[in-house]
């Protein structure tokens, strides 16, 4: 393979907590890899799990849900 | 959570491809550290291959769309730490139990659904294409009949074939 796979995840962000500590990773910039896509939920109570399938079927190769 | 994790294992797309972690606002560490771990995994899972697994990503999307799943999610507190009406508590062990096989079953069901879309067939042939036992397709299959989403549409030779109803 010439080129190298590079997954694409889809992340859930609740608002309150991990939205803003994906923020402040930033602000201080803490290196971490580009792959995911960030869904920003109001509370990751929101996520429904046919969200989940959803993305799957939709082309991510994976889901992570930060709560 | 707990459901979509036993779903993609049952489904063969693994587990691990759902993750589920707790990071406060205060812990932007502790987020690029699970970014780079969790996404080093799904690395290690590889891509994933949608053709193949088209007929049950779909199926396990359908099955958590299923009322007596939706129901049954997220009771844990209210049928395990507080009593019915009749003061009966279910054990946490059994609860998850009848999740997973409701799950299962419900997936097993959607996948026949899925199957059936594309025309008529014998439960043979949805045995084959869905790798269920030829039992299993039967039983789930009466389960669709009575609940008016299949039913018979003719014969091959002496071999009965099922169609989806609309639903």
């Keep these: 393979m010439g080129v190298k796979f590079e997954p694409k995840i889809l992340a859930f962000l609740c608002k309150w907590c991990s939205y803003a500590s994906a923020d402040l990773a930033g602000v201080s910039r803490f290196q971490y890899p580009s792959n995911i896509r960030v869904m920003l939920t109001m509370c990751s109570g ?22 | 959570m707990q459901v979509v994790g036993h779903l993609l294992e049952i489904a063969g797309i693994g587990r691990e491809r759902l993750q589920l972690r707790w990071v406060s606002s205060a812990e932007g560490q502790l987020f690029a550290e699970y970014v780079t771990e969790l996404t080093q995994l799904i690395l290690g899972s590889g891509s994933l291959d949608r053709e193949r697994f088209k007929l049950p990503l779909a ?9 007596p799943l939706r129901w049954l999610m997220g ?22 139990l009848i999740l997973e096989q409701r799950a299962e079953e419900e997936y097993q069901k959607a996948l026949l659904c899925e199957t059936l879309r594309e025309g008529p067939k014998t439960v043979r042939q949805m ?19 009575r609940s008016g989403l299949a039913d018979v549409s003719g014969h091959e030779g002496t071999t009965f074939k099922f169609k989806l109803l609309a639903a």
């Design chain 1, 46 to 67: 929101r996520v429904d799990p046919v969200f989940v399938m959803e993305g799957l079927s939709s082309g991510f190769d994976g889901v992570f849900v930060f709560g």
């Design chain 2, 59 to 67: 199926a396990a999307k359908q099955a958590l769309q299923a009322p």
């Design chain 2, 75 to 96: 009771m844990e507190k209210q049928l395990t730490e507080r009593e019915n009406v009749f003061h009966e508590k279910l054990e946490a062990g059994s609860y998850h």
């Design chain 2, 127 to 145: 045995a084959q294409e869905t790798g269920l036992p030829v039992y299993t397709v039967s039983l789930r299959l009466n389960h669709l009949e």
